[in-house]
């Protein structure tokens, strides 16, 4: 395995990307995450436009390309910074790996492709889609795992990705702690790929050797915290965090992540608005119970320091990059 561009134990931040009422994309909202992302949840890294949850799917060519331009501008090379290429359209693909390396990215993350009429590809099919991407970039390579959007791949087919040099990381969307646990053993403990899971599933990834999980902020915050904690040795403390994850998001999960994580950063007083139209966001009833459990799990709004600080002098990373 080749040495650690990301901290671990750590979490993976998946910025949210927020737009305009022009539903274009709001360059200091996304700068105001970044910084919030960073500097107070303290995440390991950054992807940008990595995952469905920030609605690169509703992105044009060139809304996608500003994305990536302006998220990792905003960074700043404070942390890793992960940016999104997936596409089952391999040239497109492509053309965002040129962008990304171009703007100072640290590693590309690609969805695993369905075939374009629908299904899962073969492994050779899989492989070589991969193996184009790496002949692109010398860049580490992410493979995101998440059956819907993109293909459900076999066990053995990951494996065989974990092998392709170049692919130094998995985001694996599975709750399926079974599916975990064997890819734990034969592409983390195996010593091909660093093998990161999902919220619901950071405790037990890091108990079984892992490295840690991805998701949106502000549940990075909580999942920091409980990375530390295992760290640490205070396993109590690190179930305790873990349980805060048991209700939110699954109580509302039927909005999906993305509304509901867009209202809790509202929340905590870093609005990133809300999904992109004609979908929706949380009911007005909804939006009491959730802010109530978000009290309860310990993500309250920010001193109003803070607040001060978004309305108030520019950014460093702000402006045209």
Same mark, same amino acid.
């Given at each position: 395995m080749a040495?650690?561009? +990301? #901290?671990?134990?750590? +979490? +993976?931040?998946?910025a949210l990307t927020p737009f305009t009422d022009? #539903? #274009?994309l709001d360059v200091a909202a996304l700068e105001r995450q970044i910084d919030y992302i960073i500097e107070e949840c303290h995440a390991a890294a950054v992807s940008i436009g990595a995952v469905e949850t920030a609605e690169y799917t509703v992105l044009d060519p060139t809304d996608r390309r500003e994305l990536i331009r302006r998220g990792v501008a905003a960074v700043r090379r404070r942390v890793p910074c992960i940016v999104g290429v997936s596409h089952p359209h391999l040239p497109t693909a492509l053309g965002l790996i040129v962008r990304g390396v171009g703007g100072g990215a640290d590693a590309v993350q690609a969805l695993a492709p369905q075939r374009p009429w629908g299904g899962a590809p073969t492994t050779a099919e899989v492989v070589a889609y991969y193996e184009a991407l790496l002949r692109h970039t010398r860049l580490p390579l992410v493979v995101y795992l998440n059956p819907g959007p993109g293909a459900d791949l076999p066990i053995p087919t990951c494996v065989e990705l974990a092998k392709l040099d170049g692919v130094a990381y998995f985001k694996e969307s599975s709750r399926d702690l079974r599916r975990v646990g064997r890819l734990l053993e034969e592409i983390d403990r195996a010593g091909h790929a660093r093998y990161f899971t999902t919220m619901e599933m950071l405790l037990i990834t890091l108990m079984l050797g892992g490295p840690g999980a991805t998701m949106p902020p502000p549940a990075v915050r909580l999942a920091e915290e409980l990375c530390a904690a295992f760290a640490a040795g205070d396993y109590a403390r690190a179930a305790e965090l873990q349980r805060r994850f048991a209700l939110f998001p699954a109580r509302w999960i039927h909005y999906g992540l993305t509304p509901l994580m867009k209202f809790a950063m509202q929340h905590v007083g870093v609005d990133v608005g809300e999904p992109a139209p004609p979908y929706q966001g949380l009911s007005a009833a909804d939006r009491a119970a959730v802010a109530a459990e978000l009290e309860r799990i310990g993500l309250s709004p920010r001193p109003r320091e803070h607040e001060t600080t978004a309305a108030g002098a520019p950014h460093a990373g702000s402006g045209d990059a």
């Open positions: 040495a650690e561009l +990301i #901290r671990t134990p750590g +979490i +993976i931040a998946a022009e #539903r #274009r």
